[in-house]
């Protein structure tokens, strides 16, 4: 099955608009929430006239750069001012007006090491770093830079209130920061592929939003997406949440992206939903994937309703029940044998017929199949199992239930055939062959033919060889069939001719 890839599409830009650098909230004055002396609420006091002069033209100035600039000198001039956080805060603002990243970055570290309870200071180291870690530039220090971010942010989710700080200003700067900072928590346990951690922390930021509006655009709904991916990449996935989330990321997308992710949608929906040989529900698109698509669209319901409960299709048929399909589904074989017994269903390689990794070693010392008795077969059923495909008897003979074994047992054990194969290993006596397509593919033998008389040399590995031999017993773990008195097929004779006979073309003769 061709292995669709959706979840590394990148998505970063799935809202339209380059990203700019964030304007912070603002406190009921007017002034940037939580700014202040050290968290100190008493009115500053500048007693040095020179410094008091250099701050007053600096915060006169109106012009960002030149903002900035004047900022820079004071700080410079009075590293230790009693003013200087409320001076780091409008230094931010300033390069944030300037568009100035790389030092807005750094005026809010500087104001995170003097402040470590400043919001807005934290808010904006987690902003900058988490955005420039996914630029191609930084491809080579994304890991680092998302581990600052995402210690950042750690840090920002439990910060206390600054005591100069109103609650209302508290809470309305926090609504903002917090699915910043779990969004940056989520980004940086995605690239570890700690896909719980991932998990929880794209829950907990879709929770934070105050308003379900928020998540179906920006990065909220680029977390929506990613929130979905997430849920595949769990053991086992949980299909059925991605679903909800892909969906939901689809009805919200631009029209660029949309189909992308609802083709990933409805793939996902059909391999959680559709039984293998329902039709509709397999068709483009699935049956019952529009109700999916109406409840997602809500912006109300971020999370998936009580509403929102696709089935699971039934499990696909185990190989005992396909290895059953195969004898009662041949002519003349209608209840020919039993149905075998419910059970698990097998994936992986537990659902194909596994060869050895060593059978030259291992199928001698095999013990036979415990055979259960010779069916009779209705008539007609005898003819048709003998002609079945020498892969599909292999196939009932290493998967079937008892009495499918028996049956297909019973119309080769004893008969005599020609065995075409690759030559695995072989010594005078004993021949590995890879007969089925898939053990040649894995160069697997699946095939054992003990010589009649012993070889005088042994066919080198890898090359294609008929024996003729007799069907003797076979082992279902590990899949191999024993055949005994082998024979090489002899080579087709050259036709005789006469001595002293000459060999002439024919030729016209015109009259």
């Known amino acids: 099955m061709k292995k669709l890839a959706f979840a590394s599409i990148a998505l970063a830009t799935l809202c339209a608009g380059a990203i700019s650098l964030p304007a912070f909230a603002q406190g009921g004055d007017g002034q940037a929430a939580g700014q202040g002396a050290g968290g100190s609420c008493a009115q500053i006091t500048i007693k040095d006239a020179a410094e008091y002069n250099a701050y007053a033209n600096a915060t006169s100035q109106s012009a960002p750069a030149a903002k900035a600039e004047a900022i820079e000198a004071f700080l410079t001039q009075y590293p230790n001012s009693v003013a200087k ?81 109103s609650q209302a200003d508290y809470e309305k700067i926090k609504d903002l920061a917090t699915p910043v900072f779990l969004s940056a928590v989520a980004a940086d346990d995605m690239a570890k592929k700690d896909v719980k951690g991932e998990i929880e922390a794209y829950t907990k930021e879709l929770q934070s939003y105050k308003d379900p509006n928020q998540t179906t655009s920006g990065p909220a709904l680029v977390d929506t997406y990613n929130l979905g991916n997430a849920y595949l990449n769990e053991d086992p996935k949980d299909i059925k949440d991605a679903v909800w989330f892909l969906t939901r990321a689809a009805q919200f997308a631009q029209a660029s992206y949309k189909t992308t992710i609802e083709q990933a949608a409805e793939y996902w929906y059909k391999k959680y939903h559709c039984a293998q040989n329902d039709a509709a529900c397999n068709s483009t698109p699935p049956q019952g994937f529009a109700e999916v698509q109406q409840l997602a669209g809500n912006p109300a319901t971020i999370f998936p309703p009580a509403s929102y409960n696709p089935t699971p299709a039934p499990p696909p048929p185990s190989p005992a029940d396909l290895a059953h399909q195969a004898i009662v589904t041949s002519a003349g074989c209608t209840n020919a044998t039993p149905a075998p017994p419910p059970s698990a269903p097998t994936t992986g390689a537990a659902a194909t017929s596994a060869a050895p990794t060593d059978a030259a070693a291992q199928a001698p010392a095999a013990a036979p199949a415990a055979s259960a008795p010779a069916p009779t077969l209705p008539p007609g059923c005898s003819d048709s199992l003998k002609n079945m495909a020498l892969a599909d008897k292999e196939f009932i003979l290493a998967n079937g239930a008892p009495p499918d074994q028996a049956a297909i047992w019973s119309v080769m054990n004893g008969i005599t055939a020609e065995i075409p194969g690759k030559v695995v290993s072989a010594t005078p006596d004993t021949v590995q062959l890879a007969v089925t397509q898939d053990a040649q593919q894995s160069n ?65 003769t015109t009259h």
């Open 444 to 508: 697997a033998a699946d095939f054992t033919v003990k010589m009649k008389t012993a070889l005088k040399e042994p066919p080198a590995a890898g090359t294609t060889v008929t024996y003729i031999a007799t069907f003797d017993s076979y082992t279902q773990k590990p899949a191999m069939i024993i055949l005994k008195d082998g024979e090489p097929k002899a080579a087709p004779k050259a036709p005789a001719r006469h001595p002293g006979t000459a060999t002439h073309r024919p030729t016209h």
């Open 85 to 165: 956080n409320e001076m780091l805060g409008d230094l931010m603002e300033a390069y944030r007006a300037s568009n100035n990243a790389p030092k807005m970055l750094d005026a809010a570290k500087r104001l995170a090491q003097s402040d470590p309870n400043n919001l807005r200071a934290v808010l904006t180291i987690v902003y900058i770093e988490n955005t420039q870690a996914n630029q191609p530039a930084n491809a080579a220090n994304k890991q680092q830079m998302l581990d600052d971010a995402a210690e950042m942010a750690q840090k920002g989710l439990s910060a206390s209130k600054d005591s100069c700080m």
